[in-house]
């Protein structure tokens, strides 16, 4: 299958940890990196590869995988992580590439 | 400073054509993987085409059905997606993406530097 499932919304009270998923059987072959777009804005990498975080980021985000699912965790989430996340990762044949649905994340 | 900066995009009735550009600066652009991503109004991403450094390996989203075509010229550090049979689906902001240049088997393990997009509108 070359489809990434996300949850459509998530939220998580300030300064608690919230985990954002995405789930898909290419997943159990390649890495997922994650992006956030707020509204009006460009995307951001977020988190690329097994765990890795660009220059910039703040190290409250964090990514991991098991299986089919990769996650997005945000320790202690902030104000201004409210936003879309979105995943990335390959097709089955790795030649393409495929975006999760995206997950609105709230922060109340 | 890293820079991608789109161009070309405007209002174009269905069945027409439309060439869009993205100037890099900042960075050896010949030595990057690039893409065209787009996005919807009111919706999410979607990975469109990918060419390789050298253009040896160019890639489309199954959902194009052959109607884009994607070019680089590295002399002039340039992208380019050349749009036709455009249909009023192909609405949405068109960004440029260069591709993380750390690799696994041969695969960038993500998109790292976005421009801010051009809008293209398919409307009679």
């Known amino acids: 299958s070359s489809e990434l499932t996300q949850d459509p919304a998530v939220s998580v009270a300030l300064g608690q940890t919230v985990r954002i998923t995405c789930q898909g059987d290419s997943l159990r072959t390649y890495y997922a990196s994650w992006y956030q777009q707020k509204p009006g804005q460009a995307p951001v990498l977020v988190i690329y590869g097994k765990n890795n975080r660009p220059s910039g980021i703040p190290d409250r985000f964090s990514g991991s995988s098991s299986g089919n699912t990769a996650s997005l965790t945000i320790s202690g989430a902030q104000a201004e992580d409210e936003a879309d996340y979105y995943c990335n990762s390959r097709d089955s044949g790795g030649s393409r590439r495929v975006f999760g649905g995206g997950t609105k994340l709230a922060v109340l | ?124």
């Open chain 2, 1 to 124: 400073e890293v820079q991608l900066v789109e161009s070309g995009g405007g209002l174009v009735k269905p069945g027409g054509s439309l060439r869009l550009s993205c100037a890099a600066s900042g960075f050896t652009f010949s030595s990057y993987n690039m893409n065209w991503v787009r996005q919807a109004p009111g919706k999410g991403l979607e990975w469109v085409s990918s060419i390789d450094s050298r253009s040896d390996y160019i890639f489309y989203a199954d959902s194009l059905k052959g109607r884009f075509t994607i070019s680089r010229d590295n002399t002039k550090n340039s992208l380019y997606l050349q749009m036709s049979s455009l249909r009023v689906e192909d609405t949405a902001a068109y960004f440029c993406v260069r591709d993380i240049n750390i690799l696994v088997r041969g695969i960038s393990l993500g998109m790292d530097v976005w421009g801010q997009g051009t809008t293209v509108t398919v409307s009679s």
